[in-house]
């Protein structure tokens, strides 16, 4: 009896998981299986009779001074990015979640602080590649205020391209955090708050006893999507500095494209990237794990 | 502790404080406080909106400069030789408004497809125990982790195989793709912090799992699900790497592979480029606006009555 | 059965040919970035004139941003899916050739009886040709005459001149700086724009005689030690080392700059963004004593031919086309460029007075476009250019960047 149920389960289960996963395995699973497969051979796409050659291309990599260079950029793009999205996303939704202005106040704040969103990454580039120019208008901006003496090559610099680039991104990126925020802000029983004052509690007080443990599950599956995703964050670094100057913003994306399309390395940049693939995929791991454990 | 004092207090009403006797009550205090807050809420509100939307100022204006002006110094908001000439280059154009057309109907065609998908299947990992849950969860995560920039080439074979190449489809399933597990997990979540208790009852009272999916979670759910949409949207709308490769004709392309065929071998017509965006961004901006209303409704007091 | 074959195979040749086409049979796909750099619709009628005199040929466009084509017809190559014909940079056709996406054109010329004595050049791997420049575009030096003047300086025809004014220039207080590198990364084409032209220019090479890499030998290390003079000297403008030839021409027409190497291709660009500007174009500057022949850099557009082609004999004729005296002629005229068939005299009549100047220069010099037809020359560049950002942002010696460039190509050659 409790057999049959449980199979009954499973197969209801399954039926409603069906559509995705047809669409995944056909779509996304044969072509990472073709990178797996890419990798372990000695030259693919480019050679008509690739070997076999098992685990070379990773060795090679690992050995490669360059691609420890991409491991610790990408750590810090990826680190300072995602904190500051969490920051701005949180501040910023809470900010638009009070209580205390008018609607039309707050719409009107939403909208903007969700124009970053709206603008595809091309002409993200272009534009910020335009005001950190260094006769564009934040150096113009920066002098004439006397912030600082003289113009500023945010992107050329060696010492300033990676934070050059990491605002950028944090500046792209906050709006999607802002508005799973806010959703789950939103969802937060008014009553909880109402007893809390009750009680006496600060705003303070809301925050790290209402606000914060309610908001955990959503904060915590933003966070491993926004390491994932900003771990591959390719247009935005390729269109504003290429990886340079001298390596300084050469992420694993950059490395990887640049062993693909200017060393028609495919199956060591399938290495490379199958790297990033188990690093993420331990991360996911992690993740729903600590999910089973909630439950 | 004190239970009695969850009868519902309308939130306007003020709290005594003399039930709890930790505050004295100091009406003036109060005022000045909410003074207080409103300001420094507004300051927080307008040094983001700064950040955020300065740029784009930036952007808009630009759109209206000539060439050179764009890179004068000192830079200048408004410039003598501003106009509407990129606007009309790209409304005048119309391969350029095909861009745009395409746009919409590949970025609503995954929105709404991605959320079909997903909401079944988040309803089966947030209300089902099955054997190789947390396999098949970690799939779904895990499938996103590849960098899509490597999986150009197999995907593209791919794709060329399935007869995909240089079709709506092509793009739209693409992207679903990537939108799903985002939207999956997104969901999952969204169900978890709605009480199981809400469609047991209703499954108690003889309704199907699919029929408590649909008349009792979804409605309550639809503000996760907007945003979840607005998110699938917009990373149907800006994406770029895949576009560029999975189409080849103009009639399949879309806004962001316009704006870079506006980036020449010798040169780039910088204020179409941002024409373009802007022309882009407006009925995006509008949409938003008109969804808003959904995230304000919320689950706020609705959720714990019934 | 066999009418309604015909009659849906018209209509579906008709509706992707656009609708000119009368019953044509064969369609050959054209990838290219030129359409969008010619002004509207002058390609496609070129195109359409082709159609015309060749009945049963319909010639799809398919045109792309110059920035990423090369990388569309790699992914195309690796599944099947390559057009006919295709526009190809010199830089990538070693690699394209290696790989096997693009046909040999000599077997093609001899099939097709054709009498190549009319091509100006033809670019050859391992002996057969595979890629044909259709429009030559040379890269003079320009120069903004009021900020020379402004600076009380000649233009400069030595290379301690070009220093020497270039200096002037960023001391007059314009605030304009003496020259311009655009050494960006994401494409590292700054190398073959902007530093090795100057090698070339003084007779220099960059390749030993058999045709393998050079590049530490004197002609470039002098070179080299030129830029990094300039460099530490603050006279070569800021913000180069991820700036790109698109930023680099408006650097030069908003003044911020006195003198560039540049495409021809930005003349007209130049002078409908800023029509007052007084500029001229000259050759580079020499090696001080040296009084030999200059060589003028020049890029193509060139054109190649997929390997897989199903219609390899139409896909031919489409190239005898575009390479035929009137065709080239007019394409080259479009595009401000230099004509690839060597019979066209260019007609300057009707074009700015500078371009006959570049001309002179053009004809006075030879051609040089060492990095066309290397293997992985992008590659040879980024190599390159990632050790010259060190020379210049980290000081290191000369001598030792070069020393391993020199063993990266040995490489990859």
Same mark, same amino acid.
């Given at each position: 009896m409790a057999q049959s149920r449980q199979h009954k389960v499973t197969a209801a289960a399954f039926g409603y998981l069906s559509p995705t996963l047809v669409l995944l395995a056909v779509l996304m699973a044969l072509p990472i299986g073709m990178v797996v497969w890419y990798s372990l051979q000695n030259n693919v796409i480019t050679n008509a009779n690739p070997e076999f050659i098992g685990f070379e291309h990773y060795l090679d990599i690992f050995g490669d001074s360059q691609f420890h260079a991409a491991i610790k950029n990408t750590s810090v793009f990826v680190l300072a990015s995602v904190v500051a999205h969490l920051f701005l996303g949180l501040g910023f939704a809470m900010l638009l979640n009070t209580q205390l202005l008018p609607h039309w106040v707050k719409t009107l704040f939403r909208t903007i602080f969700v124009l970053p969103w709206l603008l595809t990454v091309a002409i993200v580039a272009v534009l910020w590649r335009l005001i950190l120019n260094p006769s564009g208008v934040f150096n113009y901006l920066l002098v004439s205020t006397g912030v600082i003496d003289s113009p500023q090559e945010w992107l050329a610099d060696p010492k300033l391209a990676l934070f050059a680039v990491v605002l950028i991104n944090i500046w792209c990126g906050y709006p999607f955090f802002m508005i799973s925020m806010l959703a789950g802000l939103q969802g937060i029983s008014a009553e909880l708050y109402e007893a809390a004052s009750v009680d006496g509690a600060g705003l303070i007080r809301k925050f790290f006893s209402i606000t914060l443990p309610q908001l955990r599950p959503i904060i915590i599956s933003m966070l491993l999507l926004d390491i994932i995703w900003t771990s591959h964050q390719f247009t935005l670094i390729w269109m504003t500095t290429g990886g340079g100057p001298l390596d300084r913003t050469e992420l694993l994306s950059t490395y990887t494209y640049k062993l693909a399309f200017s060393q028609y390395m495919f199956s060591a940049a399938s290495a490379s990237a199958v790297v990033v693939l188990v690093i993420s995929a331990v991360l996911a791991f992690a993740y729903v794990r600590h999910q089973r454990a909630r439950d | *502790?004190?239970?009695? /004092?969850?009868?519902?207090?309308?939130? /306007? #009403?003020?709290?005594?404080?003399?039930? /709890?006797?930790?505050?004295?009550?100091?009406?003036?205090?109060?005022?000045?406080?909410?003074?207080?807050?409103?300001?420094?809420?507004?300051?927080?509100?307008?040094?983001? %909106?700064?950040?955020?939307?300065?740029?784009?100022?930036?952007?808009?204006?630009?759109?209206?400069?000539?060439?050179? +002006?764009?890179?004068?110094?000192?830079?200048?908001?408004?410039? +003598?030789?501003?106009?509407? #000439?990129? @606007?009309?280059?790209?409304?005048?154009?119309?391969?350029q408004l095909r861009f745009f057309v395409n746009s919409y109907v590949v970025s609503l065609a995954v929105a709404v497809l991605t959320l079909l998908v997903a909401v079944h299947a988040a309803y089966a990992f947030s209300r089902y125990d099955f054997p190789g849950k947390s396999i098949v969860n970690i799939a779904v995560i895990s499938v996103q982790a590849v960098p899509p920039i490597t999986l150009l080439i197999p995907y593209f074979g791919l794709v060329v195989a399935l007869g995909l190449y240089n079709t709506y489809p092509g793009l739209i399933l693409t992207y679903m793709v990537f939108t799903l597990p985002y939207a999956i997990i997104?969901?999952?979540? @969204?169900?978890?912090? =709605?009480?199981?208790?809400?469609?047991? #009852?209703?499954?108690?009272?003889?309704?199907?799992?699919?029929? %408590?999916?649909?008349?009792?979670?979804?409605?309550?759910?639809?503000?996760?699900?907007?945003?979840?949409?607005? @998110?699938?949207?917009?990373? %149907?709308?800006?994406? @770029? =790497?895949? %576009?560029?490769?999975?189409?080849?004709?103009?009639?399949?392309?879309?806004?962001?592979?316009?704006?870079?065929? =506006?980036?020449?071998?010798?040169?780039?017509?910088?204020?179409?480029?941002? #024409? *373009?965006?802007? =022309?882009?961004?407006?009925?995006?901006?509008?949409?938003?606006?008109?969804?808003?209303?959904?995230?304000i409704g919320g689950m706020t007091s609705g959720s714990v009555k019934s | 059965m066999a009418t309604l074959g015909v009659a849906a195979l018209?209509?579906?040749?008709?509706? !992707?040919?656009?609708?000119? !086409?009368?019953?044509? $049979?064969?369609?050959i796909e054209f990838m290219q970035w030129w359409e969008p750099e010619l002004p509207d619709g002058e390609f496609a009628a070129l195109i359409e004139q082709f159609e015309e005199e060749n009945p049963g040929i319909d010639v799809e466009l398919l045109s792309g941003p110059y920035a990423s084509i090369k990388d569309q017809v790699i992914a195309g190559s690796a599944s099947g899916t390559m057009p006919d014909v295709l526009g190809l940079d010199g830089a990538w056709v070693h690699d394209f050739a290696t790989q096997g996406s693009i046909a040999d054109l000599s077997a093609a010329m001899s099939d097709a009886g054709y009498d190549d004595s009319q091509l100006a050049a033809q670019v050859q791997v391992d002996g057969s040709t595979r890629m044909i420049p259709v429009v030559n575009f040379a890269y003079p030096m320009f120069v903004n005459n009021e900020l020379l003047a402004e600076a009380g300086v000649e233009v400069p025809t030595t290379r301690s001149e070009f220093m020497a004014a270039a200096q002037a220039v960023t001391d007059s207080g314009s605030?304009?700086?003496?020259?311009?590198?655009?050494?960006?990364?994401?494409?590292?084409?700054?190398?073959?724009? $902007?530093?090795?032209?100057?090698?070339?220019?003084?007779?220099?090479?960059?390749?030993? $005689?058999?045709g393998g890499p050079a590049v530490n030998n004197e002609d470039v290390t002098s070179t080299v030690d030129f830029i990094k003079q300039m460099w530490d000297a603050g006279v070569i403008a800021p913000g180069g080392l991820t700036m790109a030839e698109q930023d680099k021409v408006e650097e030069f027409t908003n003044e911020r700059v006195a003198m560039m190497v540049s495409s021809l291709a930005h003349i007209n660009l130049i002078r409908e963004n800023s029509p007052d500007l007084d500029f001229s174009v000259v050759p580079l500057p020499v090696e001080d004593g040296y009084t030999g022949e200059s060589g003028v850099r020049y890029a193509s557009w060139g054109i190649g031919m997929s390997a897989n082609s199903e219609h390899p004999e139409e896909s031919w004729k489409l190239i005898e086309f575009l390479m035929s005296e009137g065709a080239n002629g007019q394409l080259s005229a479009l595009a401000n460029g230099f004509p690839g068939n060597a019979n066209v005299t260019p007609d300057f009549t009707e074009s700015d007075p500078l371009f006959e100047d570049a001309f002179t220069i053009w004809e006075a010099g030879y051609p040089v476009s060492e990095f066309t037809g290397l293997p992985l020359a992008d590659e040879l560049m980024r190599v390159f250019d990632e050790e010259l950002q060190q020379v210049l942002a980290e000081d290191k010696p000369v001598d030792e960047a070069l020393g391993n460039i020199q063993t990266e190509w040995e490489g990859i050659f």
């Open positions: - | *502790m004190t239970t009695t /004092t969850v009868t519902p207090v309308p939130p /306007t #009403a003020p709290v005594t404080g003399v039930r /709890t006797g930790r505050r004295p009550p100091r009406k003036m205090t109060s005022v000045s406080r909410r003074r207080v807050a409103i300001t420094l809420t507004l300051v927080g509100l307008i040094l983001g %909106a700064l950040f955020a939307g300065a740029p784009v100022i930036w952007m808009l204006f630009s759109s209206f400069k000539s060439n050179p +002006e764009i890179f004068a110094y000192p830079p200048q908001l408004l410039t +003598e030789n501003s106009s509407l #000439a990129p @606007y009309l280059a790209i409304l005048n154009d119309p391969r997104m969901m999952t979540g @969204y169900f978890n912090t =709605l009480p199981k208790e809400l469609d047991e #009852a209703a499954r108690v009272d003889g309704t199907s799992s699919f029929g %408590a999916l649909w008349r009792i979670l979804i409605p309550i759910a639809v503000p996760g699900m907007v945003s979840v949409g607005m @998110y699938t949207f917009m990373i %149907a709308w800006n994406e @770029y =790497l895949f %576009a560029l490769t999975l189409t080849r004709t103009d009639d399949m392309r879309t806004v962001p592979i316009g704006i870079q065929l =506006l980036m020449g071998q010798h040169s780039y017509d910088w204020n179409q480029m941002m #024409a *373009m965006s802007v =022309l882009g961004s407006l009925p995006v901006i509008l949409l938003f606006i008109f969804f808003q209303r959904y995230f | 018209a209509a579906g040749c008709g509706a !992707s040919g656009g609708g000119a !086409s009368e019953g044509g $049979d064969v369609t605030g304009a700086a003496g020259f311009i590198a655009a050494l960006g990364l994401e494409k590292p084409n700054g190398i073959n724009i $902007d530093i090795m032209p100057w090698t070339w220019a003084s007779g220099g090479t960059m390749l030993s $005689d058999e």
